[in-house]
């Protein structure tokens, strides 16, 4: 009961502040500009997937569908091999 209640007072705070509250400030209105993000965010997903099927394949011989190569993974090789972070 007191989530709910916590949950409904953020609601009504929020709403009461206005949506400038909630949405950034500088949303882009070009529609070309946000497809090509929108396309640029699809392509390298998929690059990223079709990077941890080829890493699962290589080590396992198999394919799972929960992936291996995780952005932690990520970020902890590139500051082990660059020493950044």
């Not at 929020?14 to 070309?32: A, D, E, H, W």
Request: hydrophobic share 40%; proline share 2%; charged share 20%.
């Amino acid at each position: 009961m007191d989530r709910e209640f916590d949950s409904q007072h953020v609601l009504e705070m929020i709403s009461q502040c206005g949506l400038s509250y909630v949405v950034p400030k500088r949303m882009q209105t070009n529609f070309g500009l946000r497809f090509f993000y929108f396309a640029f965010a699809c392509l390298l997903y998929s690059i990223w997937r079709a990077v941890d099927l080829l890493v699962q394949v290589e080590l396992t011989g198999e394919y799972e569908h929960s992936p291996m190569v995780t952005a932690d993974n990520t970020l902890t090789l590139l500051k082990k091999e660059t020493g950044i972070g």
